[in-house]
């Protein structure tokens, strides 16, 4: 039986599957274009299941109805061990966020923080004893311009990068600044507030498919490690506890 690994997120579905101590990327698109895709899978291997998590119930739900459930091995809050999460409220905690600080402490086996740059930014952290701390929900790049397009359709369309002089000395060099800059100066404050906080060294990690550009944000010198399966590490890894 081949195992496939999908992260059912926001606007996009990503499926992969385990190699050596890698991973294969089988799929990257829009949950329309998933469900051919999967109908295609799923009848040329009948006995495929799909491990996946989501905060998307609407598209899981329509999938376990068109393929059947048997096919899906889904993670979800009840999975997580009892003591593991130190947050208020569980039920409202997106998966994502805790499989992706599950992934970055089986690499480093230490407290960390992830930065997850997707359709939101979420800026979290986990122990060094593999408990969940919560964090940071902003909106992402792409929703802060179509914020600024929406309300404000006369500005012009900026690049996404911090201009090379302070102030901002044009129209577009200010909205640089508004934009890119507003997401660096948070990052920076997020990290800053975390290493306050914690008395252990902290690892920085870096996922998420807009992690490209969030990237190049953040300080050099804080040694962000860059892991675009940082989620799929923590799923492998929660699965394979339940097994």
Known sequence: MKTYYADIGNTKMKVVQRVGEGWDLVMNSTHEEAFSFLAELLSSENDAEIVT???????LRGLESKFGSLHFKVLDRRNIPVGML????????????YLTARGAYKIANKT??????????????????GIFHGG?????????NQILKL???????PPFDIPLIW?????????????????SAALRNYIHLYRESSNNRINLFLTGGDAGRVGKLI????KCRLKPFLLFDGMLDLFQQGQ
């Open 151 to 157: 309300r404000l359709p006369e500005l012009p369309d």
């Open 219 to 222: 300080d050099p010198d804080l």
């Open 112 to 129: 960390s923080i992830v930065i997850d740059a997707g359709t939101a930014i979420t800026v979290d952290m986990i122990d060094d004893g």
């Open 86 to 97: 130190n947050y208020d409220t569980p039920e409202t905690l997106g998966m994502d966020r």
């Open 53 to 59: 998590a989501t905060v998307r119930t609407d598209i």
């Open 167 to 183: 102030p901002g000395k044009s129209t577009l060099e200010s909205i640089q600044w508004g934009v890119a800059g507003m997401v």
């Open 136 to 144: 940071v929900i902003m909106p992402g790049v792409d929703l802060l």
